[in-house]
């Protein structure tokens, strides 16, 4: 692995259906980061995760949620997926240095349709 | 509220430089992020700025003015590979970024 990987690729889910989009980073990042990217509107946060075993909460974090159990893992779960959660979904790490660029780097996506 | 704005569309001719602009209004300021992305692909760092000034690295140059709120990318020798859109990010106060919509650039012959 070099970099981030998201799984999978793209899906197509019924509502009310449970799903979880798979992130995992090899490059020891601390911190880690949901968006979601629609047709027209700029990238917005779900969730993040400053450092293993810890999270917040983004811009639009309904109806999502995480958990950082390790540092290179960041798995995403709708709950009960709906049709408004239809977008590409990017996983990105950063190293989460409180100075400095702190870059951050993104996944392949996701790309997610409810029906 | 927080805003970033940035022109939805550009067209450019091959060879040519094309300037996309970005203005932003935000809580905070820690820095200022160009990316670009290709169509269906993810986003890939171009620059950053976080004092005044011009920031060159080869063909592509993004400019910072924080009293104005401005920014611009600067891409020279346009080649048909730069058609992407180009993403302005803002980090704010909360060392969150804050994403325009993004500039689709259009490169022809």
């Known amino acids: 692995i070099a970099g981030i990987t998201q799984a999978p690729t793209s899906q197509i889910l019924a509502a009310g259906r449970r799903m979880t989009l798979r992130c995992t980073q090899d490059m020891r990042h601390n911190a880690m980061y949901w968006y979601r990217q629609d047709l027209g509107l700029g990238l917005r946060l779900i969730h993040y995760s400053n450092t293993a075993g810890t999270t917040g909460k983004g811009e639009v974090p309904d109806g999502y949620s995480v958990s950082r159990a390790n540092t290179d893992d960041f798995p995403l779960t709708l709950a009960s997926a709906v049709p408004s959660q239809t977008s590409v979904y990017f996983c990105?790490?950063?190293?989460?240095?409180?100075?400095?660029?702190?870059?951050?780097?993104f996944g392949p996506g996701t790309r997610l349709t409810v029906l | 509220g927080q805003n970033i704005d940035q022109p939805t569309e550009m067209t450019a001719t091959e060879g040519a430089i094309v300037q996309i602009n970005c203005t932003y209004q935000t809580s905070g300021f820690n820095g200022l992020f160009w990316y670009q992305q290709h169509a269906g692909e993810a986003p890939t760092f171009l620059s950053y700025?976080?004092l005044d000034g011009l920031e060159e690295k080869g063909r592509f140059s993004s400019f910072l003015s924080r009293s104005k709120g401005y920014s611009y990318l600067l891409l020279k020798e346009l080649q048909m590979k730069d058609s992407a859109s180009y993403l302005c990010a803002v980090r704010d106060s909360n060392y969150q970024l804050i994403w325009g919509a993004g500039t689709k650039l259009i490169i022809k012959p």
């Open positions: 700025n976080v």
């Open positions: 990105a790490s950063s190293e989460g240095t409180s100075g400095g660029t702190d870059t951050q780097y």
